[in-house]
Nanobody, 125 residues
């Protein structure tokens, strides 16, 4: 099970940190990704972290602004989002893909099997 939190309303240029807590299993046994879905648009990969913790992937639109990290002691994966833009608005989901499957730095949503319920991020003045 995955539970996201940390969404909210923020002004352009602001920051948020999203959290994804894994329960019932350890996050380091899975590749973990963050995805988002804006109204009327398809779900897209934002960032992902390999089970080893050594490899990351980022969508071009968020490179240099977002950072994914993991705290193994808390079984939590974070998405630090800085310099937020209105285009970052959407429902953010975290999802897991077993380490038994190959790592893909493009973070394709179709390759992830376990999904959280989502947390909403709104960037607006």
């Amino acid at each position: 099970r995955l539970v996201e939190s940390g969404g909210g309303l923020v002004q352009p240029g602001g920051s948020l940190r999203l959290s994804c807590v894994a329960s019932g299993w350890t996050a380091d046994s899975y590749h973990i990704g963050w995805f988002r879905q804006a109204p009327g648009k398809a779900r897209e990969g934002v960032s992902c972290l390999s089970s080893s913790g050594f490899s990351t992937g980022y969508a071009d639109a968020v490179k240099g602004r977002f950072k994914i990290s993991r705290n193994d002691a808390e079984n939590t994966v974070y998405l630090e989002m800085n310099n937020l833009e209105p285009g970052d608005t959407g429902v953010y989901y975290c999802a897991a893909r077993s380490y038994r499957y190959s790592w893909n730095e493009d973070c394709p949503p179709t390759e992830y099997q376990i999904w959280g319920q989502g947390t909403t991020v709104t960037v607006s003045s």
